[in-house]
Structure formats: C-alpha cells, structure tokens
C-alpha cells in the first residue's frame, strides 16, 4: 500500500442548540474585534454575544461576481478581521469569495449538509459560467455544527442536501486521490447519513437524526476534499454552471445513475459502499435510502430538457477524471443524462 495523504486541519464545535456559545467562545480564541456575519437570517440567537460590526445579507446561489465584490468592498470598508457565515453552501461560498482575496479567516455555521465548510474549494459564477479553485485561505478555520439549525429546512430540501453529502462520500470513492483514509472517512459518512436522513424525514423534531445528518454530510465533505472530484461531481458541476440546475437537487438525481455506472467497475467502492448501507450491493442501499426518503428521480421538473443532453454531454467529455474506474464515452454520457433527465431507473 502505497499513498501520500493530506487532511487540512480544521477545528471542529459541535453541539444542539449551543452555535450562540460556540461561537462566541471562538471569537474570543481568534482574538477578533469586528465580525462580518453573512447570513440570510437575522439569527440573533447565535451572534447576539459577538462583536458585529456588520450583517451582510447579500447573498445568491452560485457566488456571482458582483455579489462577491460588493462583500469584498463591505468587508475592506468596515475594517473587518473575522468573517462569520450561517447559511447554506451559498452562504459559505460567499465568506469563502471574501477570504479568498483577503485572507480573512471565517467560521462557518453551516444550516444544510452541502459541505462546503470542510473543504478548501471555492467557487465564483459570471456570465453563466462557475468557476472553481482550490485555495487554502478560504478552508474555515472552525466550524460551528448546530443541529437546531437545521430544524426549518424543508423536508426535500433535507433530502436533496443529505442525498449531495452522501455523493461526496461515494464519489470519494473513485475520485483521483482515493486513498485508504478517505475511504474510512467515506464509509462513515455513508453510515451517518444513511442513518439520519430517513430519522429527519419521518420525524421533524428528531434531534439524533439532525446531528447525524451533520455528522455525515462534515464527514462527506472531508472525504470529498480529500479524494477530489470524481465523475458524479464534473457532471454536477458542469449540468449546474451551464443550466443553472438547483445544485442539491441535481446531485441527488445524478448519484444512483453514476453508482449503477461505475459500482461494477470499482468492486472494492461497491463492497464499502454496501457495507456502510448495511446491504447486499451498493445499489441497492442506495435505492433503499432514496426510496424510504422520496428522492427526486428526474431533472426535468428543475428545468433541464433532453434536447439539451448534446451540449451537457459535450461538456461533460473532455472533464472526466482519468481515475475513473471506467471509461467513458459519448454514448454512456448520454444514456446517463437521458434516464436522469426523464426519472428512468439507472441502467
Ligand atoms: P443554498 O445555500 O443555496 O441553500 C438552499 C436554500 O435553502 C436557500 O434558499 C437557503 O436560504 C435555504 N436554507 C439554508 N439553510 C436553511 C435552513 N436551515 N432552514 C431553512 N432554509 C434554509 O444551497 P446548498 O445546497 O446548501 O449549497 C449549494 C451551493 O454550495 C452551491 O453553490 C454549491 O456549488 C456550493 N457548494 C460548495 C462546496 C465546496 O466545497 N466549495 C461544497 C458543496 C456545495
């Protein structure tokens, strides 16, 4: 066994109902004086002990240019030292924006499982294209994990966000820095999610669940950056930048038709991937999980029409990862895209 494995550090608070404390307690650590909190939501229970000097709500999905420099301008004009987001990916994908050019440190109190608090990517979208890139200053130096938080998702957005953590995990599982670690770290985010995402759908006030889900999707999100991006997240990515696709949503459709792809190909994948869900093959844990949580099956409803399945797969072809475990041609991207775009079950 031959591998070189990199886990940034990153510290890590966790607790229902205890974001307020936490945060305030990691303020003080950082020594900071004037936060730039970038939330949506007022959220006075969490930042009402913190040294604000400005609640920025100027938030869009996707990260568009002139919203991340109108932050950036609001951050240089008030003098700011700490960048605070709660929200979901948007939200820290904008913090992210603003560290980015100023390395301003941030600490995320995510309220989805998109992830995007454990990993160094960063993300910005102009003229309808997203850009991404790797860079070290916009990994959060803490994440504040609050299930509480988590309580007013609506049900499918909790299944579509649970269902983009767990592609992070399975995805990890062939991406091009697969290794030994990631793979465990994969494995149990599988377990976690696929434990709490059924607990939150069928009981909204089910506080073991939310922590769960925030578990698993933490977990995805550091097996993720760690392996890097495998097939399901370029064709994500690509379907997302190019058609404007709601990014949870189009992650949980895409996922069992990418695993039904790959699984025969990647058997070691597929026997950790089954063993997480506790099933015989990692199809069928998959299907199970979906199927017990009424997972999105199509990608029309959101907006994407097959006649557009030429220019996706076009897209899509030149960015496969090499270290996919098989390869893949024109006619796969399409018969992939075809059945996500009209709900056929994976071939
Ligand atoms: P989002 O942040 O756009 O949130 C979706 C919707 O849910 C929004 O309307 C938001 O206001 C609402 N919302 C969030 N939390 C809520 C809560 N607790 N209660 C009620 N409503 C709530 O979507 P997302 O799926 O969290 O994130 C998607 C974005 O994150 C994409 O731009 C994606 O590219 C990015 N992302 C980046 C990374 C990375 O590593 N850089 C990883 C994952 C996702």
């Given at each position: 066994m031959i591998f070189t494995h990199d886990t940034p550090a990153?510290?890590?608070?966790?607790?229902?109902?205890?974001?307020?404390?936490?945060?305030?307690?990691?303020?003080?650590?950082?020594?900071?004086?004037?936060?730039?909190?970038?939330?949506?939501?007022?959220?006075?229970?969490?930042?009402?002990?913190?040294?604000v000097a400005l609640h920025h709500d100027d938030v869009a999905p996707h990260v568009p240019v002139d919203v991340a420099d109108r932050a950036r301008q609001a951050a240089r004009h008030h003098d700011i030292d700490l960048l605070v987001c709660i929200g979901?990916?948007?939200?820290?994908g904008l913090a992210k924006a603003v560290a980015?050019?100023?390395?301003?440190?941030?600490?995320?109190?995510?309220?989805?499982?998109?992830?995007?608090?454990?990993?160094?990517?960063?993300?910005?979208?102009?003229?309808?294209?997203?850009?991404?890139g790797v860079d070290r200053r916009v990994l959060p130096t803490t994440v504040v994990y609050d299930s509480a938080l988590t309580v007013g998702?609506?049900?499918?957005?909790?299944?579509?966000?649970?269902?983009?953590?767990l592609a992070h995990c399975v995805d990890?599982?062939?991406?091009?820095?697969?290794?030994?670690?990631?793979?465990?770290?994969?494995?149990?985010?599988?377990?976690?999610?696929?434990?709490?995402?059924?607990?939150?759908v069928e009981d909204a006030t089910d506080r073991a669940g939310r922590d769960e889900m925030?578990?698993?999707?933490?977990?995805?999100?550091?097996?993720?950056?760690?392996?890097?991006?495998?097939?399901?997240?370029?064709?994500?990515?690509v379907l997302g930048g190019a058609y404007d696709l709601p990014h949870a949503q189009t992650h949980a459709v895409i996922l069992p038709h990418v695993l039904a792809f790959n699984a025969p190909a990647a058997p070691d994948a597929a026997r950790t991937i089954a063993a997480a869900f506790g099933t015989d093959s990692a199809e069928d844990g998959l299907a199970r999980l979906r199927k017990r949580v009424d997972a999105p099956t199509a990608l029309s409803?959101?907006?994407?029409?097959?006649s557009m399945i030429p220019d996706a797969v076009a897209r899509i072809l030149p960015v496969v990862p090499e270290s996919n475990p098989r390869p893949v041609t024109e006619s796969d991207l399409t018969t992939i895209l075809t059945a996500a775009c009209t709900g056929d079950a994976p071939m």
């Open positions: 990153q510290r890590v608070l966790f607790g229902h109902g205890r974001a307020g404390e936490h945060l305030a307690d990691e303020v003080t650590r950082l020594g900071a004086t004037r936060v730039m909190v970038i939330a949506t939501h007022p959220h006075p229970d969490v930042i009402g002990t913190i040294p979901g990916g948007s939200t820290t980015l050019t100023s390395g301003i440190p941030i600490v995320a109190v995510p309220t989805t499982y998109a992830g995007s608090e454990a990993t160094d990517v960063w993300g910005l979208t102009e003229a309808g294209r997203k850009t991404t998702l609506p049900v499918e957005l909790s299944v579509a966000s649970g269902l983009n953590a990890s599982l062939w991406g091009p820095r697969a290794d030994p670690i990631n793979a465990s770290t994969a494995a149990a985010g599988i377990r976690a999610l696929n434990a709490g995402l059924p607990a939150v925030l578990l698993g999707a933490y977990l995805s999100a550091v097996a993720f950056a760690s392996a890097g991006s495998g097939l399901h997240h370029k064709i994500c990515h409803p959101y907006g994407f029409d097959v």
